[in-house]
């Protein structure tokens, strides 16, 4: 058994934070001493970790030299302004924001080898919830396939955005059954019952963050950083679960039956049969799997592979991913 680690995670009032200290516990993760840290609005509240309450303090004050190992789930703005300061400590740092430069991507079904080649303290990312279902989906196709390009339409649930949006979208959905005017607050137009075509702000040649994020970590994780990709995320009016409408382009044709044994043998996958399909609100949430459906050639295009897939987005999108790089580092590095 590995010796006990002290950990700080960050973000610990949070979704994603809330989720990951729950897996921390669920998977028997080896803590010694767990730091919880957040703003100075949530700190002195408290969290559960194995039967007893641990006080959330304060992550401005806090000395990182207190733990070898920190889970950064507090957002961009937090990640840039305190992981480089954790680092510099000789704490090593698992981001889930996307905004550490220089970190190294990973997601243990798609490119454990990565791990590796890390110094210590190590510097790494755990990719979007997108990226994540992606890498896990494409990783064991890659020895069959030949491919091309990646056409992607992500459907992203709102909880990507936070408490607030979660809040914001049964807020709007009572105001429309009670038949109540409705205001508009964290989103800026109508979320419940309809789609929003985009996600966040878009750049002068109308592609978002999200989007642009999606396609330098599945590049990276997949180690094809010449690859095609085409994606539009999108906001449903689902709290949680993402799904993903994927395509992919084969110089040759694809088989089908080689294609489903490859995702049936594959970790972290449940391949559903083909006269049914997933969707994360009966199959997807609360689950630690990706789930592929609808896999099929596409119209007319043998070398076209399409497919449907769905994942938590907080669970296996997000939080357990960074967990099980955690496993993966003080398996082979710490």
């Known amino acids: 058994m590995s010796q006990p680690l002290d950990i700080a995670v960050i973000g610990a009032t949070g979704s994603v934070g809330e989720t990951l200290v729950q897996i921390l516990e669920e998977l028997e993760f080896p803590v010694g001493t767990l730091h919880l840290l957040a703003s100075m609005e949530s700190a002195g509240s408290s969290v559960m970790f194995a039967g007893k309450k641990v006080r959330v303090r ?23 302004s305190f992981a480089s300061k954790a680092h510099a400590a000789g704490c090593s740092v698992i981001d889930l924001s996307g905004e550490l430069e220089h970190a190294v991507a990973l997601v243990p079904e798609a490119n454990p ?47 990507a955005q936070g408490k607030e949006a979660v809040g914001e979208l049964a807020r709007q959905t009572a105001e429309l059954l009670n038949a109540r005017p409705l205001e508009p607050r964290f989103f800026d137009r109508q979320i419940a019952f309809n789609v929003l075509a985009q996600v966040g702000a878009v750049d002068a040649h109308g592609h978002s963050a999200v989007e642009r994020r999606l396609v330098k970590e599945l590049r990276a ?107 993966l580092l003080l398996k082979h590095r710490l």
């Open 221 to 327: 994780l997949l180690d094809m950083p010449a690859l095609k990709i085409s994606v539009s995320c999108v906001q449903v009016p689902v709290f949680f679960g993402d799904s993903l409408s994927v395509a992919v382009q084969s110089r040759g044709p694809v088989d089908l039956g080689a294609v489903n044994q490859a995702l049936e043998a594959a970790a972290s996958i449940e391949l559903v049969e083909a006269d049914d399909y997933p969707t994360p609100v009966g199959d997807a949430v609360g689950q630690d799997v990706v789930y592929v459906g609808r896999v099929r050639h596409g119209i007319d295009e043998p070398e076209q592979l399409n497919l449907w897939l769905t994942t938590d987005n907080l669970r296996k999108g997000a939080a357990l991913n960074a967990v099980q790089v955690g496993q």
């Open 58 to 80: 304060e992550v401005d004050s806090f000395d990182f030299s207190q733990v070898k190992l920190a889970f950064f789930a507090a957002g961009p703005a937090v990640s840039r």
């Open 113 to 159: 080898e990565q791990v590796a080649g890390l110094s210590l303290p190590a510097l790494i990312t755990s990719p979007s919830a997108s990226a994540v279902a992606l890498a896990v989906a494409l990783a064991p196709l890659k020895g069959l396939l030949d491919i091309e390009r990646v056409q992607v339409m992500a459907s992203l649930a709102v909880s």
